[in-house]
């Protein structure tokens, strides 16, 4: 049978304060449930459920699409009564639990609502809200619910990034691994030593360490010593080419040699044309023996 004939078919509802109180107890139990509630309300298959028990139980023939508005319109009820009780200087009577207000705040309250409000309101002034009680469980586990699926929601993202944050992490540490495989090549081995004068290493290892060298730490070590050795013979070259050449040297000295003599022969030289002068008038100075 469609839709339309369910509607059809179906008695014009009409309810009990029983009914009622019926309607929301299976409403609540079946929020109640997680597998058949929702953030909103309960899933189309709850609805289903209460509309079998409920007419077989009350003996109605009414479809679920009433039983839906009847719930949500007692929910409304609910919300209105939770208003009038929430203004300021309101009390509630302690017989029959009603809503204590001034009559002229009730006339300015029923004027400031819709018209279709304003027989629910004046039926509070007169009468308590009789489902105040499961009404009030219903809105609280609403709000637990609502609560739990935003603390689901929100650990499902916090572990959503925790997955991210930990592959952004293995992909750090993996580009970081290898340069720092090619920097340890150039770093001293365990096995070798340094050099006493230059302060470079050495690739000579002792013959019972070079047996537990690895073949792939052997070829490192060799390519080490073939570029430090490359480097030597570049900087002996270089230092070459910037000082002087070692036969030049020998041709200065020699140079300086042959100058230091020629200068020590001349004044020898020298000395010799002053000696004879001197002699002569020394002795033409001195007493004659004959006198």
């Known amino acids: 049978m469609s839709t339309r004939d369910d509607t059809a078919a179906a ?9 009622e109180l019926a309607l929301l107890e299976r409403y609540f139990e079946a929020r109640k449930d997680p597998s058949k509630a929702t953030d909103k309300g309960v899933k189309s298959k709850a609805w289903e459920e209460i509309k079998t028990t409920l007419n077989t139980k009350l003996k109605k023939t009414l479809n679920k699409g009433q039983y839906k508005s009847k719930v949500q319109r007692l929910m409304q009820d609910y919300d209105l009564f939770k208003e009038i009780t929430s203004l300021s200087g309101c009390g509630t ?20 609502k819709p018209t279709k409000l304003r027989g629910r309101i004046k039926e509070m002034r007169k009468n308590d809200f009789e489902h105040e009680t ?5 809105a609280g586990k609403r709000c637990i619910i609502f609560s ?8 499902q993202v916090i572990q959503e990034r925790q997955v991210r944050m930990r592959k952004a992490l293995r992909a750090c540490l993996a580009s970081w691994k290898t340069p720092r495989k090619k920097e340890e090549s150039a770093l001293p081995q365990p096995n070798e030593t340094l050099l006493p004068d230059s ?3 050495s690739s000579v290892t002792t013959p019972a360490a070079a047996q537990d060298l690895h073949p792939s730490h052997e070829r490192r070590v060799q ?7 490359g480097a030597s013979k570049t ?10 050449s070692g ?3 020998e041709e200065l000295g020699a140079l300086l040699k042959t100058f230091t003599v020629d200068i020590k022969y001349k004044m020898r030289q020298e000395m010799g044309d002053q000696a004879p002068q001197s002699d002569s008038a020394a002795f033409a100075a001195s007493p004659s023996s004959d006198d």
Request: with cysteine.
């Open 235 to 244: 900087r002996r070259n270089k230092n070459r080419r910037q000082s002087p």
């Open 11 to 19: 008695q014009r509802a009409t309810w009990t304060r029983g009914e």
């Open 148 to 155: 739990e699926i935003k603390l689901n929601s929100s650990v």
């Open 134 to 138: 499961i009404c009030s469980l219903i």
């Open 223 to 229: 390519t080490v010593k073939r570029i430090r050795d």
């Open 247 to 249: 036969d030049f040297n």
């Open 199 to 201: 302060g470079e290493q």
């Open 93 to 112: 009577c302690p017989q029959t639990g009603k809503p204590l207000l001034d009559d002229d705040v009730w006339d300015k309250l029923i004027d400031a």
